[in-house]
């Protein structure tokens, strides 16, 4: 379960280029809940997924994970329980290091580094190849190759797998198949929503089209001006259809929708 | 080229392939720009011979030069990372405050080890006092040394401080602490350079305060060639090549120096150091001119260097 509350960030703060890119969110998220996230360009989406991974302080609220309050800890210290898919496929991943040496990278995750080999014995390598396999792109055939050579929408899976490797509790998606061609986008998500269910992780999903917003997932929230102007699940949100949600999204910022990518793709 | 003027050459050449590795450490892997080497190769001769000069054992005297490097790195580490000090001005700082202290732990410009035990001495006995004893030795060390850099670096904390140097987000969500990897990476790397100048210190016979000027640059010229040679992405050839383009290096220098090509003296030998990398650098970018960004070799070095365009 993920609890925000409150939360104001604000950047550059006492300075002319201030920004209030939270302004008061609240938003709990219960044990395995797939929560698909909605809003134009400096809405606060990306704010809020960072803030909960920790690359972003709030200035006031607080954000927990079952209880635990995460709100002081740095990106690296929640990394245990938190996961996350990154925009760009070239930053989840390490592109000089093979496919298995990212992978034991993210076997290692949340617990001190040691001396002993990365790759670990045959019991390790064989657990990494079936993880690979899981995928069903056929990456356990090119284990040891180079991240950096494979296309976009592989990059990315294997990010997936990196960030849901170990047990841990939530998942974060910053429009991670934006980046991709729409057959590998397809994939990623449908890969995305299975790990969801399989591994019961609460997940959040940043997108910029409105149509994976409504496909995938079960509760959509739309941002305006830093605070959630919208939060729909359920029988409700089984109705909406892509304009229902320009025609709340219009009513709500007073404004029509302007972004094209929101209604295309 | 005499065999006694080979014979030094290689010697050299094995000494700074110890700095070569300890550049590719900081520059290569952890994308640190490390100018502390400068300082921290003459610390780890002045370490070394004075404790040889006071009766040290010369292993563990070695061993000082090599743990007084590391702390130079850490200093330098902990002023970037805790201090927030930029990485460059960083290394600078410890160089030259190390000028003072390496004066300080000599208390004279420089300390000879004329007639004094050194790590060499009971190979002499064991191999024979001959041309070669040295460099048999030398080679026997760097290959150790190799062996263990490569191993670090396949191990968990060794691939960490390698995914941290390349990609820190990434690092961060896999809960890799990269300010302690910095500190690891800069300990070991001048660990390094301070088992070089104490080695070096001991095959000369002497430890000077100046002699440390342009090591930094020396190193950078020895890795590149390494990698112009062997085009690995693989760390173990890496480290290979930091091996070979060291001798070479030294090797090349030897022969332009004996045979007066273009009249070059021992003098200007920075200045030749400095052209081979500055020509290295800048054939780099001739290379990847709008070509695709393809990560080789070179273009870590290229980002370190030249400035970046806004995109």
Not at chain 1, 19 to 29: I, Q
Not at chain 1, 72 to 100: H, K, M, N, W, Y
Not at chain 2, 42 to 67: C, D, E, H, K, R
Request: hydrophobic share 50%.
């Amino acid at each position: 379960m993920l609890s925000v509350r409150g939360v104001h960030v604000t950047f550059n703060p006492g300075t002319a280029l201030a920004v209030e890119a939270l302004r008061g969110v609240d938003l709990d998220v219960p044990a395995g809940q797939f929560v698909t996230v909605i809003g134009t360009n400096g809405a606060g989406k990306s704010t809020l997924l960072s803030m909960v991974a920790g690359d972003v302080r709030p200035d006031r609220g607080r954000v927990a994970v079952d209880g635990k309050d995460l709100t002081l800890l740095p990106a690296r210290a929640r990394a245990g329980v938190i996961g996350r898919v990154f925009q760009d496929p070239r930053i989840g991943t390490c592109a000089s290091l093979s496919v298995e040496e990212n992978l034991a990278l993210a076997a290692s995750r949340g617990r001190r580094r040691n001396l002993r080999n990365a790759l670990g014995g045959s019991r390790r390598r064989a657990f990494l190849a079936e993880q690979l396999e899981r995928l069903g792109l056929g990456l356990q055939d090119r284990i040891t190759s180079p991240v950096g050579t494979l296309s976009g929408g592989q990059r990315q899976a294997v990010s997936l797998l990196m960030a849901t490797l170990l047990p841990m509790k939530v998942l974060i998606l910053d429009e991670h198949t934006a980046a991709l061609d729409p057959g590998a986008a397809a994939q990623v998500l449908a890969l995305s929503a299975e790990i969801n269910k399989e591994q019961a992780l609460t997940t959040l999903m940043v997108t910029h089209s409105m149509r994976q917003a409504l496909d995938y997932g079960d509760r959509t929230i739309m941002m305006t001006a830093g605070r959630i102007a919208l939060d729909v699940a359920g029988e409700e949100r089984r109705r909406y259809e892509v304009g229902t949600l320009m025609e709340l999204f219009k009513r709500n910022t007073g404004e029509p929708v302007e972004d094209d990518q929101l209604v295309l793709s | 080229m005499s065999m006694f003027a080979l014979s030094g050459a290689i010697e050299a050449g094995l000494i700074f392939s110890l700095v070569a590795l300890g550049v590719y450490m900081s520059f290569r892997l952890l994308n640190f720009p490390d100018l502390t080497v400068d300082g921290s190769f003459p610390l780890g001769a002045a370490a070394a011979a004075v404790g040889i000069v006071n009766g040290l054992n010369p292993f563990l005297a070695t061993a000082l030069g090599v743990a007084a490097g590391a702390v130079a790195g850490l200093v330098t580490g902990v002023l970037n990372v805790r201090l927030g000090v930029m990485n460059l001005l960083a290394g600078i700082l410890t160089m030259v405050a190390l000028y003072s202290i390496n004066l300080r732990i000599m208390g004279s410009p420089n300390t000879s080890l004329y007639g004094s035990e050194t790590v060499f001495t009971p190979f002499e006995s064991l191999i024979g006092p001959g041309l070669w004893t040295n460099a048999i030795v030398l080679a026997v060390i760097a290959l150790a040394v190799k062996l263990l850099l490569d191993w670090f670096l396949r191990t968990e904390l060794g691939l960490a401080l390698r995914a941290s140097g390349e990609n820190p987000v990434m690092a961060s969500a896999q809960s890799i602490d990269n300010d302690r990897m910095v500190l690891v990476g800069m300990a070991i790397s001048n660990g390094m350079v301070g088992l070089a100048g104490a080695l070096f210190a001991q095959s000369v016979g002497v430890a000077d305060v100046s002699m440390g000027i342009g090591t930094i640059v020396t190193g950078l010229a020895a890795m590149i060639i390494g990698e112009a040679v062997f085009k690995a992405r693989k760390v173990a050839w890496a480290t290979v090549g930091c091996l070979a383009g060291a001798i070479l290096y030294r090797f090349f220098i030897a022969v332009a120096l004996s045979a007066g090509v273009l009249g070059i003296q021992a003098q200007d030998l920075n200045l030749v150091t400095a052209l081979v990398v500055a020509v290295a650098v800048v054939a780099s970018k001739a290379r990847f001119a709008g070509a695709a960004r393809v990560r080789l070799g070179m273009t870590r070095l290229r980002s370190t260097f030249q400035p970046q365009r806004g995109g």
